[in-house]
């Protein structure tokens, strides 16, 4: 028998950044119960990452900008962004804005914003209005507005799948850091937990963010959409690993191997200029194969592999970048050398980290799935920023879309009251229980070798060799889960199912990486270095009541709106 302690929600929010929170409040203003679970702390996640000095959102500066915005979300979504959802977000920025300023969240706001071109957003082509989100003034506010709704807070529990009855949505199963099994019987779920950048070995997330929300969603029903799109960022190996680079300072800089030597002139192209391409990689911060500054990132790359041993690139300034203009670059080196102990002359070695998913659980523009009472926001979700994301649209998404989903899931539980019975808890309970497979070996030991298979293969630089190669390695990996659960196992049943979902969710990101035959925004093939008109589809991932996984190629509609 197994011993559990049921809890029950009208609506249970999973993840603890902005969208989680934006969900949690929304729908608990609609009268009804509201249960956040964690799988951290609250204020967790890529919202309040402690390796950046805060987040950067963009606003419309007018009406007439919106439609400049959104026309321009889908040129550097090349064509891949449910529009829908981008005028969805676009229309709703100010509004979300205007709600955290009524909670008493304060943005750090520019000056001169016009004179300022630190602040025109990554790969954006002229100013919008900017806000900048700070961490430790907003999270007390929030806070103090959370605890007025009676919002419950589940800290550190990592929910294990969500329970479906009648093909909708009818309960979670949890454990928390005592090891105890909780069900949570609620009638609609909204899932916030973030991207899944935890995936590879150099990444600029928290240990939660992991992709483990979008396996839920997929093993619930959910249709998943441009995973292959992921954001590479130089971040610092030394001196404190895990900072991310202020890539602002890339035009003042030089990249050198363990002997001093340049390494641009080693990897570059004859007909690329150096100094060109830094200039150009200044404008934004993630890797993209649309612009000549790519060969920064790629030569970054190739030089990361030809020397395991040094793992990066040194970093060095010709000037004093510290004391440069530009709101963001005194932001950066003020919170570097206060928050970090690094100045702007220390020995610095960097490499492509994994910073955000621009793919994610496929929504409509009410957040909802296609399965009834399940919801989704945030990172963890994709279709409308495309390949290539606008710098400051990704904490406006969660913003908008986590306000979005709370409320749809909030009327959702309204009309539709989970009535399960104790019996079908049971039954679900026993029935995951009893077909957990536990692997023979260190489950932490086979998220190392995914991580590393996934920095190495699924990084700035694809190509079908390493994709194949990498996909026939973790498949070895899926032998060892071949012991089935027992009572012994409860301590580190996490961590089991933890590492046969990274192995599930990698497998899927190679295999969706294998089929784009080109390159597109984020998504570099090597062995297909441009982009292909004929490729213009999203890759949709689904699974089947078999559990076997399905990819679909489908049309964009580009006319949706």
Known sequence: ?????????????????????????????????????????????????????????????????????????????????????????????????????????????????????????????????????????????????IKSLNIKIFERHKILKLIKGDDTFAGAIAINENNQIIYFSASSVVIASGGFGGLYKHNLNTPDINGEGLFLALSAGCELINLEFIQFIPGYIKPKYKTIMAERTFKFASLEDPQGNNILEKYLPEEINAKEVLIERSTHGPFTSRLKSKYVDIALFKECLSNKDFQGVKLKYNIDVSTLNGLLIKEYFQWLGKKQEIR??????????????????????????????????????????????????????????????????????????????????????SSFINNIKVSNIDPNSIMIKVKDLMWENGNVIRNEEKLEYSIKEIKKMEKYFDYKYDLSYIPSIAKHIQANNYIKLSLILLNVMLLRRESRGPHYREDY?????????YIVVSQGQDGMVKYTFKSTNKDSQ
Not at 529 to 537: G, T
């Open 1 to 145: 028998m197994i011993n559990y302690v049921e809890y029950k929600t009208d609506v249970l929010v999973i993840g603890g950044g902005l969208a989680g929170i934006s969900a949690a409040m929304e729908a608990a203003k609609n009268n009804v119960t509201v249960t956040l679970v964690v799988a951290d702390k609250i204020f967790s996640g890529s919202s309040f990452s402690p390796y950046t000095w805060g987040l950067g959102i963009i606003a419309p500066l007018n009406d007439a900008d919106k439609v400049d915005l959104v026309e321009n979300i889908y040129e550097v979504g090349c064509g891949l962004v449910e529009k829908d959802l981008s005028y969805t977000l676009v229309n709703n920025i100010e509004d979300r804005i205007n709600d955290l300023l009524d909670v008493g969240v304060e943005f750090k706001k520019p000056n001169n914003l016009m004179d300022d071109n630190t602040l025109i957003p990554c790969f954006d082509k002229k100013h919008r209005k900017w806000y900048g989100f700070t961490f430790e003034q907003s999270k007390p506010k929030l806070y103090q507005k």
């Open 529 to 537: 270095p441009y982009q292909i008109s004929d490729f213009e589809k």
């Open 344 to 429: 702007y002359n220390s020995e610095i070695i960097i490499a492509p980290f994994a910073h955000a998913s621009n793919g994610g659980i496929k929504i409509n523009r009410k957040a909802e799935t296609n399965i009834p009472g399940i919801y989704a926001a945030g990172e963890t979700t994709g279709g409308m920023h495309g390949a290539d994301r606008i710098g400051g649209l990704s904490t406006a998404n969660a913003l908008v879309f986590g306000t979005i989903a709370g409320n749809s899931a909030s009327l959702y539980a309204k009309k539709f009251t989970n009535h399960v019975s104790k019996s079908f808890v049971k039954h679900q309970l």
